[in-house]
Nanobody
């Protein structure tokens, strides 16, 4: 059974920083294909960042490029999202996702999910 537990969310003023963590456990997930998504009220879930092949490559949504950094510590089975220069439009519930073992997809249907951590950015 796979468990993904996010932490590090909170309230911050615009321009501030937060670091989200996602502690992963279990064996049936692909630690070489992990993502951060976010969902704001009334909006669709949006992929924010992905990391592949043990940090060999990364993906960022245009809206966060240059401000967010995804990383992982494979020894600790932990995924991170460093968020700098936060904007009010970054306010959302942030979710960690890990692809099913043996695959690699950003399609939400083919990923394990955490419960999310709330990030609120005030102007």
């Amino acid at each position: 059974q796979v468990q993904l537990v996010e932490s590090g969310g909170g309230s911050v003023q615009a321009g501030g920083s937060l670091t989200l963590s996602c502690a992963a456990s279990g064996n049936t997930y692909n630690r070489n294909c992990m993502h951060w998504f976010r969902q704001a009220p009334g909006m669709e879930r949006e992929r924010v960042a992905s990391i592949y092949g043990g940090s060999a490559s990364t993906y960022y949504a245009d809206s966060v490029k240059g401000r967010f950094t995804i990383s992982q510590d494979t020894a600790k089975n932990t995924l991170y999202l460093q968020m700098n220069s936060l904007k009010p439009e970054d306010t959302a519930m942030y979710y960690c996702a890990a692809a099913f073992y043996g695959g690699c997809s950003s399609n939400p249907r083919y990923n394990h999910w955490g419960q999310g951590t709330q990030v609120t950015v005030s102007s």
